[in-house]
């Protein structure tokens, strides 16, 4: 398949690569073309821009930080749906508000193109492994053209609905992992300030209802304080705010997650948003004075 991929970052490179690796014919573009020199030393092409990979590919795959950003690279000037193939699938696999991935699906139906939300889970850990959750909204047909690329990044890939599904079923689990990743932070910082080993807490819990992948992996990341970004900080607050923005519009009570969205605020207020997500417990632990 001839597939396109917009935004080479923390996420966007490996999963790149595997598109690579699983035999697909890829072309890419970066807004700083250094970003594109591992994928051109793998073996992809360079597009001139959004709109030429639109006119080329069978389906293009954006993956950037925020709206504004995606509807830049496919709707503006210089945008995907410029010049658009016929048949062309557009997916947008960055975590954006629901709302905002609907609006942009019906710019690009009236431009001539289908187009699929497709957002993940599992940070660059599941990217570089092929193994994100991906959690698709739009049409059965367009979601069908998209699932060879899908196979190649991830392993667990559901159609969860229509245009904007994925993306709520992303929200829901930024409210999931947000407040795991906060309680977890809380219970080992409960732990060292009752001068009892968090290690040996976690092991505990490990057995019991407590159990999750979040206490698993990211509690193992917190004990050997390791805040190299796999999630950075501001992209979890910029998502717990997509999270509250969404609440508020529907009229939602969501009090668990507004604590979450308001402990991720501070920490990126104190300058942590370049870290791990996990660096919640250093916010704790200086909150905590002990």
């Not at 595997?18 to 597009?47: D, K, Y």
């Not at 053209?145 to 994925?166: C, D, Q, S, T, Y």
Request: charged share 15%.
């Amino acid at each position: 398949m001839k597939i396109g991929f917009i935004g080479l970052g923390i996420m966007g490179r490996p999963m790149a690569l595997n598109l690579l690796t699983a035999g697909h014919e890829v072309r890419v573009w970066a807004r700083r073309p250094e970003s594109m020199a591992p994928l051109l030393e793998a073996g992809a092409q360079a597009g001139e821009s959004p709109a030429a990979l639109g006119g080329w590919a069978e389906l293009v795959i954006s993956m950037v930080a925020d709206a504004p950003d995606v509807r830049q690279v496919l709707l503006g000037e210089q945008g995907v749906a410029r010049t658009p193939r016929s048949g062309l699938v557009a997916v947008d696999m960055s975590t954006i508000a629901p709302a905002a991935a609907r609006a942009i699906g019906t710019d690009l139906a009236a431009a001539g193109v289908d187009f699929v939300d497709a957002p993940v889970s599992g940070g660059e850990a599941g990217a570089i492994a092929g193994t994100l959750s991906i959690m698709a909204g739009g049409s059965e047909a367009a979601f069908a053209r998209a699932l060879p690329a899908f196979e190649a990044m991830g392993k667990n890939i559901v159609h969860v609905g229509g245009m904007g599904a994925g993306q709520v079923a992303k929200a829901a689990n930024q409210v999931v992992t947000g407040m795991g990743v906060l309680a977890v932070a809380e219970a080992f910082n409960f732990a060292r300030c009752s001068g009892v080993d968090p290690a040996k807490v976690r092991e505990a819990l490990l057995g019991g209802f407590a159990y999750s992948r979040i206490l698993e992996n990211h509690g193992q990341r917190m004990l050997d304080r390791n805040f190299k970004p796999g999630f950075k900080a501001w992209m979890h607050q910029k998502d717990m705010n997509i999270v509250m923005e969404t609440a508020f519009e529907l009229g939602l009570a969501l009090p668990g997650s507004a604590t979450a969205a308001q402990m991720f605020n501070a920490l990126v207020g104190q300058g942590m948003g370049e870290e791990d997500s996990i660096a919640l417990l250093k916010l704790l632990e200086q909150l905590s004075r002990a």
